[in-house]
């Protein structure tokens, strides 16, 4: 059975800090790869994605993928109090079809 | 665009009865999903539509759960009867399907209660 592993957490940083989740995944043969961010009581919301080996910004927001180890990371840069939420990692089944796997997510609690 | 519309947002139900969760999904999205999600499991997969077609159902977790899609704008997930480990948030996504990839785009959830 396809996995994705994150550290449930909860991850405590000071504002302004960077803060830096990780996820591993099982399937070598994963191509695509996101990060949601989910507020309590809210719906997961897509901050990024990522295909390729590298790094991949966006604002304050940096995705790394390494696929050689199948590990994912974001990292949060500036950290804020309204960046406290739980971040799930994701990974496309390439098996065919079109279904996504959720990790059980990272709950971050950014300090003010 | 609206987004992602599900109802009810919230449902509080007995054991043994029947619960209808909807949804509407974003106009022009081809793909739809229906995922459950609790504090045990995460979020988990139940079922997927490709053009109103289920596609993959193999998370129903058992013959309770149905869904269908009788058009591109309208979704169901029935449970039938409902039970106490049914108690979750349902969420509702779906997304254009494009490039392959698969970016989804959730709606606010449908948060049942069994007692």
């Known amino acids: 059975q396809k996995e994705v592993e994150q550290n449930s957490g909860p991850l405590s940083v000071p504002e302004g800090a960077i803060a830096s989740l990780n996820c591993t995944y099982s399937d070598r043969g994963s191509q695509s790869f996101f990060w949601y961010r989910q507020y309590s009581g809210k719906s997961p919301e897509l901050i990024m994605s990522?295909?390729?080996?590298g790094d991949k910004e966006d604002g304050r927001f940096t995705a790394q993928l390494n696929k050689a180890s199948q590990y994912v990371s974001l990292l949060i840069r500036d950290s804020q109090p309204s960046d406290s939420a739980t971040y799930l990692c994701a990974v496309k089944d390439e098996t065919g079809g079109f279904k996504t796997i959720f990790g059980a997510g990272t709950r971050l609690f950014v300090k003010a | 665009d609206a987004g992602v519309i599900q109802s009810p947002r919230h449902e509080v139900t007995e054991m043994g009865q029947e619960v209808t969760l909807r949804c509407k999904p974003i106009?022009?999205?081809?793909?739809l999903f229906w995922y459950r999600q609790t504090m045990m499991r995460g979020l988990e997969l139940l079922i997927y539509?490709?053009?109103?077609?289920?596609?993959?159902d193999s998370g129903m977790p058992e013959d309770r759960f149905s869904a269908k899609m009788p058009n591109a704008s309208f979704s169901t997930l029935k449970i039938q009867p409902s039970e106490p480990r049914d108690s979750a948030v349902y969420f509702c996504?779906?997304?254009?399907?494009?490039?392959?990839?698969?970016?989804?785009?959730f709606g606010a959830g449908s948060r049942l209660t069994v007692l």
């Open positions: 990522i295909y390729s080996n």
């Open positions: 106009s022009g999205h081809d793909y």
């Open positions: 539509f490709n053009n109103n077609v289920p596609i993959d």
């Open positions: 996504a779906s997304s254009p399907g494009n490039s392959g990839a698969n970016v989804l785009t």
